[in-house]
């Protein structure tokens, strides 16, 4: 799923490994995740948007809105 | 399981690594005892089957880390990992099956699937490493 992980973590200077401390998940995860190679879960998309205090959706793009563009 | 940092990892080498020592004393210990005991019937069964629960054991065990593991990109690695070493185990033993039934292939103790799939997660392991390539960040 493609996301704005990488640009929002960017955005704060925080490597992969910073942020899975954040999260209490694996750098590999983050980096899964970032790549969209990995869709989290539910819990874990809620504990992203909420270290960046937003909605998932401006976090995570929803697939089925993203047919024909 | 390269990464030790999670929880279930130290667990998990907490379990396996001294079940894998009970392993080596009976795989040792079991054939000495048979022979010291000329052992027969039901206490030969008892004794041959002991080396059998560490291994038996270790099954357990990973079914116990991929419940602790509750990093949820890790753990579907780790499944990945037990489904490869499943299916190359199975292919192993089918085909061989086959071998011996049609070919007069050379019987091989029903011992090595077990190890077959052993074998397979490092196989599996593989899958993941090229999966894996894909999106690293340098």
Known sequence: ?69 | MAMLQHPADRAYLMRFLPTMGLYVVLVFAAPMAIRALHASGALRWALAILPALPIIAVFFILGRYLIELDDGYRRMLEVRKAMVATGFSMALATGWGFLEIYAQAPHIPLFFVPISWFAGLGLGAAVNRIVERGGREA
């Open chain 1, 1 to 69: 799923m493609r996301n704005r992980l990488r640009v929002l973590r960017a955005e704060r200077a925080w490597s992969q490994q910073d942020l899975a401390e954040r999260l209490e998940v694996s750098r590999q995860s983050v980096n899964a995740i970032e790549t969209g190679r990995y869709d989290p879960s539910l819990p874990l998309a809620f504990r992203i948007a909420d270290l960046f205090d937003m909605a998932i959706e401006e976090i995570f793009h929803n697939p089925s809105k993203e047919t024909g563009q």
